[in-house]
């Protein structure tokens, strides 16, 4: 059993910064894939940035290419999403997700372990 806990989220405003994190305990990350989604107020959950453990491959949705970065440490158990230029519609609730195959999946039926979620709320 993996459980994750998400930190980082809050209120800023367009242009801004933040830094999400997410907390493993348990059981290590060794050998998972992690992956970042986020769901906005009326819709569905979506992806937005995965890596993965075999060579720490990263992967992200077309929205977050060139602003947001993840990143993972395993030795601390931690994953990251490093948002930059941030935008009113990047207004969600982030959830980190553990994939114990590491397929390096978009698709959220292939992560088995979830957070509970953090708010990040960008205003203009």
């Known amino acids: 059993q993996v459980q994750l806990v998400e930190s980082g989220g809050g209120l800023v405003q367009a242009g801004d910064s933040l830094r999400l994190s997410c907390a493993g305990s348990?059981?290590?990350?060794?050998?998972?894939?992690m992956g970042w989604f986020r769901q906005a107020p009326g819709k569905e959950r979506e992806f937005v940035a995965g890596?993965?453990?075999?060579?720490?491959?990263?992967y992200y949705a077309d929205s977050a290419k060139g602003r947001f970065t993840i990143s993972r440490d395993n030795a601390k158990n931690m994953v990251s999403l490093q948002m930059n230029s941030l935008k009113p519609e990047d207004t969600a609730v982030y959830f980190c997700?553990?994939?114990?195959?590491?397929?390096?999946?978009?698709?959220?039926?292939?992560?088995?372990?979830w957070g509970q979620g953090t708010q990040v709320s960008v205003s203009l």
């Open positions: 890596i993965r453990w075999r060579g720490g491959f990263t």
């Open positions: 348990g059981r290590a990350f060794s050998g998972y894939g």
């Open positions: 997700a553990a994939d114990t195959d590491d397929l390096g999946s978009r698709r959220q039926n292939e992560y088995e372990y």
